[in-house]
Nanobody, 120 residues
Framework: VQLQASGGGLVQPGGSLRLSCVAS????????MGWYRQPPGKQRELVVT???????IDADSVKGRFTLSRDNAKNTVYLQMSSLKPEDTAVYYC???????????????WGQGTQVTVSS
């Protein structure tokens, strides 16, 4: 299973950015899919995830600013980030909990990370 993320970059405070992540491989089902981030000098933290049934968990720091949408048919998630702040600067990692064909249970997979920098 591979997670391919795209859409990072440099944006000014107050601006918007959209991240995308596509999962590919021998995927039977994806239970949870979403994003984590790792700010400079800090540990990786949850941004927002969504289950296949639509249940969402998001960090308090992004509520009302970030929106996660998920296309189950395409194994894809989109993170729309608005009203960006300098403290949103981080490497953003796509995440998925996946069940593959021929296996039992789910495993966690991570994308390669994409840099988001919010600065004037």
């Amino acid at each position: 299973v591979q997670l391919q993320a795209s859409g990072g970059g440099l944006v000014q405070p107050g601006g918007s950015l959209r991240l995308s992540c596509v999962a590919s491989g021998s995927i039977f089902s994806i239970n949870v899919m979403g994003w984590y981030r790792q700010p400079p000098g800090k540990q990786r933290e949850l941004v927002v995830t969504k289950t296949s049934g639509g249940a969402t968990i998001d960090a308090d720091s992004v509520k009302g600013r970030f929106t996660l949408s998920r296309d189950n048919a395409k194994n894809t998630v989109y993170l729309q980030m608005s009203s960006l702040k300098p403290e949103d600067t981080a490497v953003y990692y796509c995440y998925a909990r996946v069940s593959t064909y021929g296996s039992s249970g789910y495993l966690d997979y991570w994308g390669q990370g994409t840099q988001v920098t919010v600065s004037s």
